[in-house]
């Protein structure tokens, strides 16, 4: 049964699958189509991040990462502002717990002064006028570019812009099941036919790049991101965000606080191994495919140091106390008390080239005759995607 045709298609309706097709709009081309597995938009990693910002610091200035977060940052909240959409322009502070994190705190100065972000270090004076419970060994990095909008708001606007432009049509509840020659993708509502092909399907996209023969060496991982709540009855609240210093040498940054644009603080995310692409439960998401990731993750661990070290101690933060006591080395006050279950918690996958048994840091973005693949979509994505989907139009279908 054939469901729809058109010049483009787009797997996947989250934050790269939209901002790709609101470019395509721009370029001229108009006849897009969007198709999402899910019935709603925002189901997964695009509608269930922190909502936060980023500003460019943690990158290495050599990056596609660092190259699109600032000017990516810039766009999203211009285009919240534009559309009225919630923004906290707070910035954030990154603070060290330990006198061996000040030279990680350097490097991320050094880092973001390269990539263009305005920051500054400051003392704990300072830093108890910009977050009053924060705390820190000697000094902190305050970041004034971060801030922090409502991912799923972001995403509905985005929708909205596509639908009433009349050269996007969407197909939700319409998973792809595989290709049929080079040019009709089965779904499991219908064959579409399509000229050119954009893979923004977040955490699947490794599987459908091997559709086309593209990335058979990658593999995607997937962690799992827990939050918390800070106690609206606690005796303290954070202003904007407390992160901590992180390992630069792995992706993830660590438990943080941040507060929402709805005004919630949330503590996380965790980034502890999961057992499927949308194990969000303790055993809730763990399909067929959990067996197999179990293998991979032992293969890791078996092979990878930092990968290692993260599958040790990530894991021991679904219990509440250890959750406590990591989070409590950020601030000068906090009780056992003041930290409350939440339902938020998200998948990120990670990209791992299976040839070296390392961690993919950068995005990245591989062209293969007429099918485009967006892969390694983790943070900072959300906040990059408008400036990534500039250069991928601009770079794959101008000219």
Not at 47 to 52: F, P, T
Not at 185 to 205: H, L, M, P
Not at 220 to 242: H, Q, W
Not at 297 to 314: C, G, I, K, M
């Amino acid at each position: 049964m054939q469901l729809d045709k058109a010049e483009i298609l787009i797997v996947g309706a989250g934050i790269i699958g939209l901002t790709i097709a609101r470019e395509l709009v721009k370029a001229g081309y108009g006849d897009i189509v969007v198709i999402d597995k899910e019935p709603e938009l925002g189901r997964h990693a695009s509608g269930r991040n922190s909502g936060v910002l980023h500003a460019g610091i943690y990158y290495s200035p050599d990056s596609l990462k660092a190259r699109s977060c600032l000017n990516g940052n810039f766009l999203m909240r211009a285009y919240c502002k534009e559309k009225g959409l919630p923004l906290l322009e707070n910035g954030k502070v990154i603070v060290a717990r330990t006198d061996g994190e000040l030279p990680t705190l350097d490097e991320l100065h050094r880092r973001a002064t390269a990539n263009g972000a305005k920051v500054e270090m400051i003392d704990e004076r300072q830093l108890a006028e910009i977050e009053p419970n924060a705390r820190t060994v000697e000094r902190a990095l305050f970041s004034h570019y971060t801030a922090v909008v409502d991912p799923k708001a972001v995403l509905k606007s985005l929708k909205n812009d596509l639908e009433e432009s009349a050269r996007v049509r969407f197909h939700l509840e319409c998973s792809l099941t595989g290709l049929k020659g080079s040019g009709t993708a089965r779904t499991s509502r219908g064959e579409i036919g399509f000229s050119r092909f954009v893979n923004a399907a977040g955490a699947y996209c490794d599987k459908v790049a091997r559709l086309f023969g593209v990335g058979t060496n990658l593999r995607l991982i997937p962690f799992k991101g827990v939050y918390r709540l800070l106690s609206k009855e606690a005796p303290f609240t954070v202003n904007s965000s407390i992160y901590p210093v992180p390992d630069i040498r792995n992706p993830f940054l660590g438990v943080h606080f941040t507060r929402s644009v709805h005004g919630d603080v949330y503590l996380g995310p965790t980034a502890i191994p999961a057992f499927g692409r949308e194990n969000y439960g303790i055993l809730a998401g763990i399909d067929a495919e959990g067996f197999g990731i179990a293998l991979e993750d032992l293969t890791l661990f078996l092979a990878n140091p930092q990968f290692r070290s993260v599958a040790l101690h990530e894991p021991l933060k679904y219990i509440p106390s250890c959750f406590y006591r990591d989070a409590a080395r950020l601030v000068k006050e906090l009780a056992p008390t003041d930290v409350l279950p939440s339902t938020k918690v998200g998948i990120r996958p990670q990209l791992v080239d299976w040839e070296t048994k390392q961690m993919v840091m950068d995005f990245l973005v591989v062209a293969d005759g007429a099918s485009l693949h967006v892969l390694n979509p983790i943070s900072p994505a959300f906040t990059s995607s408008m400036d990534l989907a500039q250069g991928i139009v601009a770079a794959h279908f101008r000219g």
